[in-house]
T-cell receptor
Framework: EPEVTQTPSHQVTQMGQEVILRCVPI?????FYWYRQILGQKVEFLVS????????KSEIFDDQFSVERPDGSNFTLKIRSTKLEDSAMYFC???????????FGPGTRLTVT | KQEVTQIPAALSVPEGENLVLNCSFT??????LQWFRQDPGKGLTSLLL?????REQTSGRLNASLDKSSGRSTLYIAASQPGDSATYLC??????????FGQGTTLQVKP
């Protein structure tokens, strides 16, 4: 059964460094999302992406964040200058056209020190 | 501001018991509601999705209902098993694709 995959599973970085989190959505899916979950808190929406552009973004998704679909398979989230409060689990999700069930990847645990 | 609330926050039941998890949401403009399971430190596994035009969906021992007028959804788990122990999340989609999550109900099923 097709799955959303994410790499790395765990990323440790120093404050101020740039990180890129990678996702490979399910191959026939066209809608892509990033969510994050700070330890002990709710899962929060960051951004949605369709047809090579951002559809919607939350207030969390400020100028430090960017997303890209550099090729036909990968979907990335870049954080330009990480802060301590960016430490969280980051989930990628996708769904196909005309179907609304979102499928989530296993997540990348980002630790900013 | 749209809110999704889940009650209770935690639940412990003996194996074999039937149970109900509750999810309530503000703003009746709902497109669909999705229930997920999350194991500790893991990703989210989709369990059921209910469209706004539907009243319930079933998958195996799981049954989810949706009442738009009262802003509520329930997840019914029949004949619970220790393997059902996990956190259950509900998430509302208001037609933009963005999911708004509740804080989850952590279920423990004791053998």
């Amino acid at each position: 059964e097709p799955e959303v995959t994410q790499t790395p599973s765990h990323q440790v970085t120093q404050m101020g460094q740039e990180v890129i989190l990678r996702c490979v959505p399910i191959s026939n899916h066209l809608y892509f999302y990033w969510y994050r979950q700070i330890l002990g808190q709710k899962v929060e929406f960051l951004v949605s992406f369709y047809n090579n552009e951002i559809s919607e973004k939350s207030e969390i998704f400020d100028d430090q964040f960017s997303v890209e679909r550099p090729d036909g398979s990968n979907f990335t989230l870049k954080i330009r200058s990480t802060k301590l409060e960016d430490s969280a689990m980051y989930f990628c999700a996708s769904n196909r056209e005309g179907a609304y069930e979102q499928y989530f990847g296993p997540g990348t645990r980002l630790t900013v020190t | 501001k749209q809110e999704v609330t889940q009650i209770p926050a935690a639940l412990s039941v003996p194996e074999g018991e039937n149970l109900v998890l509750n999810c309530s949401f503000t703003d009746s403009a709902i497109y669909n509601l999705q229930w997920f399971r999350q194991d500790p430190g893991k990703g989210l596994t989709s369990l059921l999705l209910i469209q706004s035009s539907q009243r319930e969906q079933t998958s195996g021992r799981l049954n989810a209902s949706l009442d738009k007028s009262s802003g509520r959804s329930t997840l019914y788990i029949a004949a619970s098993q220790p393997g059902d122990s996990a956190t259950y999340l509900c998430a509302k989609n208001g037609n933009t694709g963005k999911l708004i999550f509740g804080q989850g109900t952590t279920l423990q099923v004791k053998p």
